[in-house]
Each structure stands twice: as structure tokens, then as C-alpha cells.
């Protein structure tokens, strides 16, 4: 069973969130701001066009699990299409100032620490479809960050090789 599929507690949520993080910003630390511009890191993406991705998502996680928190209806897109959805966030993000991508980066991961940290227990076990379609709701959160956290991670590493193998 790998980690997206076991089931975790929140305690293992949270610490598995902060390690991933941890990992991914010690990755960041060794790129200069021109390295972060630069195309390549997935497909015709930048690190920055990462980081701006991966706020999204968190932006994307908080509006519905909040929308669910006040009894409303999540404006959860449907039909559920990730590529599209990439696709329109990087359209929209692709001409954003590094230093503002950045700043939204740092916010929207305290942001999501703070709803993952206010959740109980029984709330992150439970299955809501209408919010999160793949699962218990930790999954939504281990998927949008920890998860998310790695994926790119690993990619922005692989970049990192290839580019000292050019010079």
C-alpha cells in the first residue's frame, strides 16, 4: 500500500505536510530567482509556474473545504478535468511577477496548515464526495500539499541535473 493510498491520521497528515514542505523549500533555497524563470521544469513550466500551480490548488482546497465548513454548495468544477484546469491556472499565472508568486506560495500553505490544523479528526476520515472526489478529505489535503509538495520537488531536482549537466 503506498502513501496515497493507506489511511493516515491527522498527526501523520500534519507532519507529513511540514517534512514535504521542509524538502521542497530546501530544493527552492538552491535556485537563484533567474533559475526559478527559466522553462523546463515540467514541460514549458518554470519553478515559478509551479509554485503559482501549486497555490492554486491550495486556493482551489480552501474555497471548497470551506464552502462545506459554512453548508454551501463547493464551486467544485465539473466535469472534474485536471488538465484543463493546469492549463487554465497557468494561463492565468504565467505573466504573474515572480515576487508575487512567491508571496501567494508562502500564504496559501499557511493558509492550508491552518484549515488542515483546525480540522478534527472524524472531518478528515470522512468521505465528501461533493467536495473531494477522490476520497476521505485528508486525501484532498495530502494531495494538495505533501503529495503535491513531492511531485514537484522531484521535478524541480530532475530540472536541477539536467541543467548542471548542460553547463
Same mark, same amino acid.
Given at each position: 500500500?503506498? /502513501?496515497?493510498?493507506?489511511? @493516515?491520521?491527522?498527526?501523520? $497528515? *500534519? !507532519?507529513?505536510?511540514? %517534512?514535504?514542505?521542509?524538502?521542497? &523549500?530546501?530544493? $527552492? ?7 526559478? #524563470? ?5 514541460? &514549458?513550466?518554470?519553478?515559478? /509556474?509551479? *509554485?503559482?500551480? @501549486? ?6 482546497? %480552501? ?12 464551486? =467544485?468544477?465539473?466535469?472534474?478535468? =485536471? ?9 492565468? =499565472?504565467? /505573466?504573474?511577477? $515572480?515576487?508575487?508568486? #512567491?508571496?501567494?506560495?508562502? *500564504?496559501?500553505?499557511?493558509?492550508? *496548515? ?12 470522512? =468521505?465528501?464526495?461533493? @467536495? ?13 500539499? !505533501? ?7 522531484? /521535478? @524541480? ?11
Amino acid at each position: 500500500m503506498n /502513501d496515497q493510498t493507506k489511511i @493516515i491520521s491527522k498527526d501523520e $497528515l *500534519l !507532519n507529513q505536510i511540514h %517534512i514535504e514542505r521542509g524538502r521542497l &523549500e530546501e530544493t $527552492l533555497a538552491r535556485l537563484t530567482h533567474a533559475q526559478m #524563470l527559466l522553462p523546463g521544469v515540467d514541460g &514549458e513550466w518554470s519553478v515559478k /509556474d509551479a *509554485l503559482a500551480h @501549486i497555490s492554486a490548488w491550495e486556493r482551489r482546497m %480552501i474555497s471548497w473545504v470551506g464552502s462545506h465548513l459554512r453548508n454551501e454548495e463547493p464551486e =467544485v468544477p465539473l466535469p472534474w478535468d =485536471v488538465e484543463r484546469m493546469n492549463a487554465e491556472t497557468y494561463s492565468q =499565472v504565467k /505573466d504573474k511577477p $515572480l515576487s508575487e508568486v #512567491l508571496e501567494e506560495f508562502r *500564504l496559501s500553505y499557511w493558509d492550508s *496548515l491552518a484549515l488542515a490544523e483546525s480540522m478534527s479528526e472524524g472531518q478528515l476520515q470522512t =468521505v465528501y464526495a461533493d @467536495i473531494w472526489p477522490m476520497g476521505p478529505l485528508w486525501t484532498g489535503f495530502a494531495a494538495n500539499m !505533501n503529495w503535491h509538495y513531492k511531485e514537484h520537488r522531484a /521535478d @524541480i531536482q530532475k530540472w536541477l541535473e539536467t541543467q548542471k549537466k548542460e553547463r
